[in-house]
């Protein structure tokens, strides 16, 4: 079982109730769901199928938002949920009824958060599998960094937490180290590398395939340490230290 679930496991089925429950039920008018999708689940929420179809849903219509669903996003898509052979039809239908429109998105975001409020560090994998589909096609556009923002301001992240994971993603003009890094400009030599070893073991992926995170999401993972290493010995040359 990986971070993202699986359609055909145990889980609360049309319990689960909001919107990740209606999309459940549109579902239901596509395919014979199993009598185990129904049934309660103990696992944690990153591994149930609420968590699935809200990342489906989020997925899609950020793909979206720019007015043009592409084939690279959507294969980029369902790299990043790891689908097994036997649920990728139902994958498929989730991901074409929830593009539609980017309306209601924002309460899928809600939703999610509150099934992972325990669980911050999913919810940043989230935002960042987001990023991943969105630089799919090569280009993130202005519509979707806007669809990013208000996901991430749902989510609970912080415009400066925000801030700090899309400077690791979108490269616009000159990289602003601290930014990337998390910290102010004016921090002593020593809070740079604090920041910079935490930033290392928090995003390493090594860190994330202990979590049981997909491979597309372990090579954003890999671009991410790329960036926040840059970072560190972009200051370390200009602040001369060891």
Do not use: C
């Amino acid at each position: 079982m990986t971070i993202w679930g699986k359609l055909g496991g145990a889980a609360a089925g049309f319990a689960i109730g909001g919107p990740i429950g209606a999309l459940l039920g549109a579902l239901a008018g596509h395919f014979i769901l199993d009598e185990g999708l129904l049934a309660p689940d103990q696992r944690p929420p990153r591994e149930t199928i609420a968590f699935t179809i809200g990342l489906v849903a989020l997925a899609a219509k950020m793909a979206k938002a720019d007015g043009v669903v592409t084939r690279d996003e959507k294969a980029a898509f369902l790299r990043l949920v790891e689908v097994a052979p036997g649920d990728e039809a139902r994958i498929v239908a989730l991901f074409d009824l929830a593009k539609q429109s980017v309306a209601g998105f924002d309460a899928y975001a809600r939703q999610l958060r509150d099934l992972l409020k325990d669980e911050p560090k999913v919810l940043e994998d989230l935002i960042d599998g987001l990023f991943g589909i969105a630089k799919a096609d090569g280009a993130v556009h202005e519509a979707e960094l806007a669809y990013l923002s208000e996901v991430a301001r749902i989510l609970g992240f912080s415009d400066n937490a925000y801030a700090q994971i899309r400077a690791r993603h979108v490269v616009e003009g000159s990289i602003d180290p601290y930014r990337i890094l998390g910290i102010p400009p004016d921090v002593p030599d020593e809070a740079i590398k604090t920041a910079w070893r935490s930033l290392v073991r928090e995003h390493h992926p090594d860190r994330l395939i202990g979590r049981g995170v997909p491979a597309e999401l372990v090579s954003i993972a890999t671009a991410k340490m790329a960036a926040i290493n840059e970072a560190y010995e972009a200051l370390r040359r200009a602040r001369g230290f060891a």
